[in-house]
């Protein structure tokens, strides 16, 4: 059945337009009345045969969309097989999208190879959301770590110097996830010394007894941030048989 499909896509309905290693798929949520799901189909399916594009159904759909759901889980069992997995999200205007994605997977591999490390990174990305002035990217971060000592600081630098090239590159430091004790770091060498002294000011004023964002973003401190815990990745890799 998987080849027959492949051969029809490639082949057949999109008329040798579509190339398995190039091809894009779109996974779309209607939302309303039986009335307003039937006329957004029909736009959507008008606007994709005008660029190309073809409907794969409702089935395809839901299964691209629980995917989201197993990413996690999928994680946890690589690890297993010294491969370690993580992904981070920006938020990029329209006009820079191309250039944070081709800037931050050079970025990626130039790191590795610099730290002479087992195999060939896999870096993937996708769009999860859009606006009028750009758009949510999720990276995929996936590296080996067999015979790699220190794998989750490793990975942590690799992680870093990506977050770094998307800042460079016109994209921003966190889309959703926030800034936390990760990424700290990078948002203080970005802001000036006046906007650090505003932000402790009110910390100061409003949460005195420090019961909020503790040690996170602007309010981290290096120097007192306890040691991370080791990592399952870390725990697992190095587990004797």
């Not at 398995?20 to 008008?46: D, F, K, L, M, N």
């Not at 297993?80 to 050079?106: A, C, M, Q, R």
């Not at 896999?122 to 859009?130: E, K, N, P, S, W």
Request: with cysteine; net charge negative.
């Amino acid at each position: 059945v998987e080849s027959f499909m492949k051969f029809a896509l490639t082949s057949v309905v999109g008329n040798g337009t579509f190339h398995p290693h190039s091809v894009v798929c779109a996974t779309i949520s209607y939302e309303g009345r039986a009335a307003e799901v039937a006329s957004q189909q029909r736009e959507i399916a008008r606007l994709a045969t005008q660029h190309g594009g073809i409907s794969l159904g409702s089935r395809v759909g839901q299964s691209g969309y629980e995917l989201t759901f197993m990413i996690a889980y999928l994680r946890d069992f690589a690890m297993n097989y010294d491969l370690l997995g993580e992904s981070f999200e920006t938020f990029v205007p329209w006009s820079k999208i191309e250039t944070v994605i081709s800037s931050t997977h050079d970025r990626i591999t130039k790191e590795h190879f610099a730290r002479n490390l087992p195999g060939t990174p896999f870096v993937g990305c996708r769009i999860t959301q859009l606006y009028h002035e750009g758009a949510c990217i999720y990276f995929y971060l996936c590296i080996s770590i067999e015979g790699v000592p220190k794998p989750s600081d490793t990975y942590s630098d690799l992680e870093h110097a990506a977050k770094a090239a998307i800042l460079e590159h016109g994209g921003s430091l966190s889309h959703h996830h926030g800034i936390g004790k990760l990424r700290s770091s990078l948002l203080k060498e970005r802001s000036s010394p006046t906007m650090l002294s505003v932000m402790k000011g009110l910390k100061e004023t409003l949460d005195a007894d420090n019961l909020f964002c503790c040690r996170n973003g602007l309010l981290a401190e290096a120097d007192a941030i306890p040691s991370m815990p080791p990592t399952r990745a870390h725990a697992i890799c190095h587990q004797q048989p």
